[in-house]
């Protein structure tokens, strides 16, 4: 895979290769060498841009968890340096995320360097989260058509009538906003179409267009066979393949499936593979307790939702960025648990956003604001308002563990992996923050 380039910190290589194991460590460094001038560097962020994270951002090491060892510790205190591959593309250095784009397939031009513009919609007042520039308008534009083209032309995957909905999920630009480093196009198309398939059968399976608890398990293990494909007897292997075709969530899946295949790994596939099992795992919960009107206690949902959540999309920033974090670096523990807080921060923020949208349907829709009004005996505003204050912790966490694991494992996929969760989570507040088409705040300030 390509050359990431180089990382911007200075880090222990001794102490990296002791933490992670030499042979690793040694392999990923080699790899990375070996792979030099397939796509220009990333360039390192000048010494004078400001540090992502304000001052006030906790990097105090926790009692307990993975990443409360010394190494840690001492990552977290040099933070200035570490922020600067955290804090997503804002102001001076957003052109350094952006690769030089594929001879074949030109990207339209980055983002310039400048100050972040308003954009429409407002924040949620105290939500902790980092502005960005405008996505490029030219590639939201080509992303918008193609993924257009894909879901009337390719997969049949909505009837007209549902066409006012899909232009205003506004994806296009959501894609954009969360992968500034992709080489190409194309590479934005990998997670834009598997961002739609994932709705589709959200929507079509479990919410809002035909959605019910009843019987969901059996819908999805046959439609993530569309992911994971089966591997049976001659005589049954027609009538598996044809069921990919017969409806609208499994013909998203198969598609947008292969097109992932042509471009990504095998163990890039495999780790795809796992996060969407998660997934529908946390989609079967959240069933389980629609049938039975049980409000879980606050820690059972986040339990949930730590499952029913955004993972698959910041997993895969790097087949979107057309490299490769190896396999031995992107299961350890450290990796997990910052892929999982990015994870939750961000499904928190849709819980916050979405909040009157849900409240507007048909019967009790489980977030995290209901819950804690339930469980905690609290009214709607202090609910709402304590959400937010569950995102910012969860937030905090995923940068002071994000930053110890960049200075504990300065290999450049690592590096730039990190950088690119960042981003995503950071384009993911950006969207939500900016579709006024399907979301509004409720009136608690």
Same mark, same amino acid.
């Given at each position: 895979?390509?050359?990431? &380039? $180089? @990382?911007? %910190? ?6 990296? =290769? #002791? !933490?992670?194991?030499? +042979? /690793? ?62 804090? &997503? $593309? @804002?102001? %001076? ?6 690769? =030089? #784009? !594929?001879?074949?397939? +030109? /990207? ?81 198309? /990998? ?255």
């Amino acid at each position: 895979m390509p050359e990431p &380039g $180089p @990382s911007p %910190l200075q880090s222990s290589l001794p102490a990296a =290769a #002791a !933490r992670f194991g030499a +042979p /690793l460590f040694a392999n990923a460094m080699a790899s990375g060498a070996e792979a030099a001038g397939a796509v220009p560097a990333v360039p390192t962020v000048p010494a004078e841009v400001p540090v992502r994270a304000p001052a006030h951002v906790p990097v105090h090491v926790p009692a307990a968890g993975p990443a409360s060892d010394g190494g840690a510790a001492a990552a977290r205190q040099a933070s200035p340096a570490l922020e600067r591959i955290l804090r &997503g $593309p @804002s102001g %001076l250095g957003t052109a350094s995320l952006h690769l =030089a #784009a !594929r001879p074949e397939e +030109p /990207l339209a031009s980055a983002v310039p360097e400048a100050p972040v513009e308003p954009v429409p919609g407002h924040p949620i007042p105290g939500l902790y989260h980092h502005p960005i520039p405008e996505p490029d308008p030219a590639q939201v534009e080509e992303v918008s058509r193609r993924i257009k083209d894909w879901a009337v032309d390719e997969v049949d995957l909505y009837p007209d009538d549902w066409e006012g909905e899909f232009d205003g999920f506004s994806v296009g630009r959501y894609m954009v906003a969360c992968h500034p480093d992709a080489p190409s196009i194309e590479h934005l198309m /990998l997670a834009t179409r598997l961002m739609v398939a994932e709705n589709a059968v959200d929507d079509c399976y479990c919410e809002d267009h035909g959605g019910s608890p009843i019987g969901l398990g059996g819908r999805l293990l046959l439609a993530h066979t569309a992911l994971d494909p089966l591997h049976t007897t001659k005589e049954y292997q027609p009538e598996w393949a044809q069921s990919l075709h017969s409806d609208a969530p499994r013909r998203a899946y198969r598609s947008a499936m292969e097109y992932f295949l042509r471009m990504a790994t095998p163990s890039q596939a495999d780790r795809f593979r796992h996060d969407m099992a998660r997934l529908h795992m946390g989609y079967l919960a959240e069933a389980a307790w629609a049938q039975t009107d049980h409000v879980p206690e606050v820690w059972e949902y986040l339990a949930m939702r730590q499952f029913n959540n955004f993972r698959p999309c910041p997993t895969i920033t790097d087949s979107v960025g057309g490299y490769e974090l190896p396999a031995d670096l992107h299961a350890q523990t450290a990796m997990q648990r910052v892929i999982a807080l990015a994870g939750n921060a961000t499904t928190i923020v849709n819980d916050l956003y979405s909040y009157t949208k849900e409240l507007a349907g048909p019967g009790r829709h489980l977030n995290l604001p209901v819950v804690i009004a339930e469980r905690e005996d609290m009214s709607e505003q202090e609910a709402y308002l304590k959400a937010v204050e569950v995102h910012n912790d969860l937030m905090h966490e995923f940068e002071a563990e994000a930053a110890a694991l960049a200075a504990a494992c300065p290999v450049p996929s690592v590096s730039r992996f990190l950088r690119g969760v960042a981003v995503w989570v950071d384009g993911n507040h950006y969207w939500h923050q900016t579709n006024t088409y399907r979301y509004s705040l409720p009136d608690f300030w």
